[in-house]
């Protein structure tokens, strides 16, 4: 079955991975998680993308289906995080930022893999990076290939979970939504996905929205830079 759910939050990363799916498989769902996050603005720019990429090219309208969202708020209820209260983005001795949501990418691909089985859908995509991953284990590939391993187990299914990002920098992510759909896709990536972890939008820069302080915004201008200059990582 080449049909796939993507984990789509609306930032740029998963919308990349949105345009890699309907490049790749048959058929696309999208799924996204309201989990408490400040930056909850990133789930209204969703149907946004959806609409503008699909409008890109006929054979990705045709493969495009069905969105769904979850609530998963008892996520942000549970953690104490920056990410879902408002609080300084602080980093500990390991380095670990406290935007640090404990559990949710294995809580994401597990309720993920739940709404893949009911659709009978068989591919997962993720954009889970190690490269740029911010210290977060739970992006990590070998935590993501061992959630294959736990939920194949744990539901007796053949899921496949695809992270097409994972050894990418913020660089390449930029160049690869270049080479899947061009200048078009660039745009659209840059004027209506969400990244910022303070929900800002209100000044637009060549790289996108953002307050351009934050680690994802830091991270989303310093990748921006470099593949403009294309200057080596
Ligand atoms: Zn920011």
């Known amino acids: 079955m080449n049909n796939a759910l993507v984990l789509f939050s609306g930032g740029q990363d998963s919308t990349t991975c949105l345009a890699y799916a309907l490049q790749n498989f048959s058929y696309v769902e999208t799924l996204g998680f309201d989990y408490g996050q400040r930056h909850v603005i990133e789930l209204d720019q969703r149907a946004i993308l959806r609409t503008k990429i699909s409008a890109l090219k006929p054979e990705w309208a045709a493969r495009l289906g069905q969105d769904h969202t979850l609530d998963l708020s008892i996520l942000g209820k549970i953690s104490d995080t920056a990410l879902t209260s408002e609080m300084d983005i602080k980093f500990n001795e390991a380095g670990l930022p406290n935007t640090f949501v404990p559990g949710r990418n294995l809580m994401f691909l597990t309720f993920a893999a739940a709404l893949a089985y009911r659709r009978h859908?068989?591919?997962?995509?993720?954009?889970?990076?190690?490269?740029?991953?911010?210290?977060?284990?739970?992006?990590?590939?070998?935590?993501?290939k061992a959630m294959q391993i736990a939920i194949n187990l744990g539901m007796d299914q053949r899921f496949i979970l695809h992270t097409p990002l994972m050894f990418l920098n913020k660089s390449d992510t930029w160049q690869m939504a270049e080479d899947i759909g061009g200048h078009a896709l660039i745009n659209i990536i840059q004027s209506d996905t969400h990244t910022c972890y303070l929900g800002e939008r209100g000044a637009l820069h060549d790289w996108g929205y953002g307050c351009g302080k934050c680690p994802a915004c830091k991270l989303r201008s310093e990748g921006w830079l470099m593949y403009k200059n294309k200057l080596p990582a």
């Open 121 to 144: 859908v068989t591919h997962i995509i993720g954009g889970m990076c190690e490269t740029d991953f911010s210290g977060y284990p739970d992006c990590r590939d070998d935590t993501i």
